[in-house]
């Protein structure tokens, strides 16, 4: 089952009539309440990041099921922003972080201000937590790609090489964050100004007994 692709965008355009969609897939899919009401979370804190990160951006979203996922959230977003734009916000982003973004979508937006803010003529401006930032994520050519999996996996193994203060932390961020309790992954990539996060779960059915 695949919804349409719904246009949103960061005057709000489109949105609520996303959030309805989600609620539709979810009865059509047979989610229970307490899953209908997750799914619909995390479309929330999907669009809700998306729109932080930029002031402008349209994008396509929409809902489908696959054989190995019964419910996977699509945003495909497009962040027009030139050479001079993304030095004003690096700038801004710089100022306003004097300590590593709190929350498992504040990495992830981090992550995507990081990539989009790479210059293209070399000179890489990494605005984040550093240590942070380089778990979970991988760059292939100009495609910067990061997963919640994949992070789960670096923070343990960072963990497993020794006591460190600052991983606990991260460890405890993992455990405490609502998306990241829901999600069984969030893939985000980024190419350019093109911004696309699915996120996946695979709910209980009412028609499995639950």
């Known amino acids: 089952m695949k919804t349409s692709k719904i ?13 309805d969609e989600v609620e539709d897939f979810s ?4 989610f229970d309440e307490r899953s209908a009401r997750r799914a619909r979370l995390l479309a929330e804190e999907t669009m809700s990041m998306v729109r ?6 349209s994008a396509s979203f929409w809902m489908e099921s696959t054989p190995e996922c019964n419910c996977e959230l699509h945003l495909q977003a497009e962040a027009p922003m ?14 306003q972080r004097n300590e590593a973004s709190v929350g498992i979508m504040g990495k992830i937006k981090d992550f995507i201000e990081d990539s989009m803010y790479n210059m293209r003529d070399g000179a ?3 605005v984040g937590d550093s240590q942070a930032m380089g778990m979970g994520g991988v760059v292939i050519a100009d495609i910067y790609m990061w997963s919640l999996q994949q992070y789960r996996q670096d923070v343990q193994e960072q963990k497993e090489k020794g ?6 932390d991260l460890l405890d961020e993992l455990e405490k964050s609502i998306v990241a309790n ?5 893939k985000v990539s980024v ?15 009412n028609r499995d007994g639950q």
């Open 7 to 19: 246009k949103v965008n960061s005057r709000g355009y489109g949105m609520e009539y996303a959030l």
């Open 27 to 30: 009865r059509l899919m047979g």
């Open 52 to 57: 932080a990160i930029v002031d402008e951006f």
């Open 82 to 95: 030139d050479y001079d734009k993304k030095q004003e916000l690096i700038s801004a982003s710089t100022q």
């Open 124 to 126: 890489s401006v990494a």
């Open 163 to 168: 006591d460190d203060e600052a991983i606990d």
């Open 182 to 186: 829901i999600a069984d992954d969030i």
């Open 191 to 205: 190419k350019g100004n093109s911004i696309e996060m699915i996120i996946r779960k695979n709910f209980l059915l």
